[in-house]
């Protein structure tokens, strides 16, 4: 159970107001016509699933409906940073 | 190895039992092996078994960093069954059951394994036509199973709420009789002394931390106690799979999630039969020792912790006690989180990656404990014959990009 901080309410509420909508940073395809069936299935399929500080969309469905970035970490679960659509990602610490 | 038998007990007895073989050694790293398993949880220990007595390979080592059966394999509900609805998965999972059956001969340990039908209720009539229409597919694969109306349903457990004005009616269930629960570190532990007897080395807390590869083949893994040759490396981590393919540079279609499960104080006699259900999203049996095992959903986001979040806890307690009034004054003991893999069709991935020589088994997600057997078994044979075995061969990572996913949501989704 954790809290988050939308960026758009500017107030944290609890994780439950919240759904995770997965990996953050995957570019659509560009020129969806000419790929092949293996890079589709690494677009549609294949994550990081990092362990350590992993980035991550959030919308707040209980809320504003609007999505975000979040950068967490998924061993202590800890919120690192909260940052918008289409912003660059926070440098993220690799675990020792 | 030992042999257990009443005959030992007696014999044992007249010494005190303070003379009882180890079960399994602590042996020194070798160098190198012919092949290594990493993850010593039950799949691990169960692929070591079967490669040394079904392929006569017993130049294996199983590399556990923490304590067997101390991943998913310790922390789970232990629901058995093979009620899937696909071909590619019933035939795999009833494969597993068959070996179930036997399981406690076969390592001479035992697992207790309990076939005591598991309950899967319906409460509308969408989970109605779902439900029937897996107990026929289920029938056409010759698996066990049929259709039980509420009050067959309530003859069967009678503290179960079946009334009509329940807020979830229960409208009937599918049972799979064969189904059941078993002891979950009798299996890790069993497997473990059968390997051991054939030769297989058990190295506990030796974590792997790298794998090396020249020219695209395996060589070996580095581990906290130093390299370790291989010509093959089979790794069956379970939820740490993404952390072992990023050692090889891979990326796999796994996401690794927790998953909940609590265990409430011991009762008296008062529940024979597993109870699962999707529409309250709960699942509930009574363990040997009395007490209620029950599982809880899996979180939304990733996490490594073994730990999850309350919300879903509170969820699932809310569904055992609309289903189960009775039960809403049991002391809860303990609560704990495991880390599942989960692949997008909710189906494992077997057999040999882009690098020679690596091979995974992982992605059994919410519900792998049910084909422990069943998945060493067709992994020793793929490792051994170089080649997927055939019950393994629809769960190759190539299906992600054919597109031939083998959809198991809604069997595997909330039912484990
Ligand atoms: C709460 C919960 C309830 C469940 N309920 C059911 C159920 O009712 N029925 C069912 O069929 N399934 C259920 N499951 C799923 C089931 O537990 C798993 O699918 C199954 O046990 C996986 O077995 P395994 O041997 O592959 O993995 P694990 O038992 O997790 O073993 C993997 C091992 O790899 C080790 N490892 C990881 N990284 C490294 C490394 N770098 N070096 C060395 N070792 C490493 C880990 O320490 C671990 O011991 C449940 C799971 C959970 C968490
Ligand atoms: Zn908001």
Redesign the pocket.
């Known amino acids: 159970m954790f809290r988050i901080h939308c960026p758009h309410c500017s107030e944290a509420r609890s994780e439950e107001e919240f759904s995770y909508a997965g990996e953050a940073h995957i570019p659509r395809p560009a020129a969806p016509s000419s790929m092949s069936d293996a890079e589709w299935g690494e677009y549609l399929h294949t994550r990081t699933n990092h362990r350590g500080q992993h980035r991550e969309m959030w919308v707040h469905t209980a809320g504003c409906r609007r999505y975000f970035n979040v950068l967490r970490d998924t061993v202590s679960y800890e919120i690192v940073a909260v940052y918008l659509m289409g912003e660059m990602p926070p440098e993220r610490e690799e675990a020792p | 190895m030992q042999k257990y038998s009443l005959l030992s007990l007696v014999r044992h007895a007249r010494h005190y039992h303070e003379n009882w073989q180890r079960a399994w050694r602590d042996p020194v790293p070798k160098k190198a092996y012919d092949t290594v398993i990493?993850?010593?949880?039950?799949?691990?220990?169960?692929t070591a078994y079967y490669l040394a007595k079904e392929h006569g390979i017993g130049d294996v080592a199983v590399?556990?960093?923490?304590?067997?059966?101390?991943?998913?394999?310790?922390?789970?509900?232990?629901?058995?069954?093979s009620n899937y609805l696909r071909d590619e998965s019933s035939h795999l999972y009833e494969f597993s059951l068959k070996l179930w059956e036997g399981l406690s001969q076969e390592l001479n340990f035992n697992v207790m394994f309990s076939p005591r039908g598991v309950l899967y209720l319906g409460h509308n009539l969408h989970d109605m036509r779902e439900i029937e229409r897996r107990v026929n597919a289920n029938r056409l694969n010759g698996i066990d199973a049929e259709m039980l109306s509420t009050r067959e349903v309530q003859k069967l457990v009678p503290l179960m709420n079946c009334s009509p004005d329940a807020r979830y009616p229960v409208l009937g269930a599918s049972l799979q009789r064969r189904g059941g629960?078993a002891r979950?570190d009798a299996v890790?532990w069993g497997f473990a002394r059968a390997a051991d007897a054939q030769g297989v080395d058990i190295l506990q807390r030796?974590?792997?931390?790298g794998i090396r590869t020249v020219d695209g083949g395996v060589t070996g893994?580095e581990?906290?106690r130093g390299f370790i040759g291989a010509r093959r490396v089979g790794?069956?981590?379970?939820?740490?799979?993404g952390?072992?393919a990023a050692?090889a540079g891979l990326r796999l279609p796994v996401e690794s999630r927790?998953?909940?499960?609590l265990v409430s104080e011991p009762l008296k006699p008062c529940l024979d039969v597993?109870v699962q259900s999707s529409g309250v999203h709960c699942?509930v049996s009574q363990a040997d020792k009395g007490d209620l095992v029950i599982?809880?959903g899996t979180d939304s986001y990733n996490g490594y912790g073994q730990r999850g979040s309350f919300s879903v806890i509170e969820h699932t307690l809310q569904a055992v006690c609309e289903l189960f009034p009775a039960f809403s004054r049991v002391r809860m003991n303990r609560h704990?989180?495991?880390?599942?893999?989960i692949c997008p069709d909710a189906c494992p991935i077997i057999g040999e990656m882009p690098v020679r020589g690596l091979y995974f088994?992982?992605g059994?997600?919410?519900?792998?404990?049910?084909?422990?057997p069943g998945?060493g078994y067709v992994f020793a044979d793929t490792l051994a014959n170089e080649r997927p075995h055939p019950l393994a061969a629809p769960f190759s990572i190539d299906r992600f990009s054919t597109g031939a996913l083998v959809d198991e949501h809604g069997a595997a989704g909330v039912?484990?």
């Open positions: 990493v993850g010593g949880g039950g799949h691990g220990l169960a590399i556990e960093k923490g304590w067997l059966g101390g991943g998913n394999t310790g922390r789970n509900t232990t629901i058995v069954r629960i979950h890790a030796t974590e792997v931390t893994v581990t906290s790794c069956v981590t379970a939820g740490n799979s952390v072992l050692m927790p998953l909940q499960a597993v699942y599982g809880a704990w989180g495991g880390i599942v893999d088994n992982c059994w997600g919410t519900g792998g404990f049910k084909a422990t998945s039912a484990h």
